[in-house]
């Protein structure tokens, strides 16, 4: 599972190059690094029931529409999308399931609250876990390569 990003927030115009070069380095690279071993090690053990392992992806909204103000994040998110999708056409037909998970919205925190008058409007850490163990879990027969968590309160 790659879970890393970071985020530089500013206006294009004025984002300096080596800063954007390494919020790519931690959010694209990274995750093609990642993805490349998990395989190649994947790739090396006998399938059970023609499966041999699952590789998963962190992703968020910006990798489907970018903001204002967050370019980089969103060229990170974005890459990390196409490195799921191409791995997964690659990967899939020998027997490793490999998925991109947009997290959309606020995950419940420690030190950060809930609205009272909304409950359940942030994302609960144990949902999100729940989801990414269905991913785990899911037969090879039906595999799901992009999924999507949000709590009620997101537009989308």
Partial sequence: MYNPSMRLRGPVAELAAEDVRRVLEVSAIGAFLTGKHAARRMLGVEPV???????????????VKGYALSAPFAMGKFAQRGLAESMARELHPKGIHVAWI???????????????????SMLQPEAIARTYRHLIEQDCSAWSNEISVRPWVETF
């Fill in 102 to 120: 947009n997290v959309d919205g606020l995950i419940l925190v420690p030190g950060r609250d809930e609205p009272e008058d909304r409950p359940r």
């Fill in 49 to 63: 029931a023609g499966c041999r392992g699952t590789i998963l992806f962190t992703g968020a909204s910006a990798g």
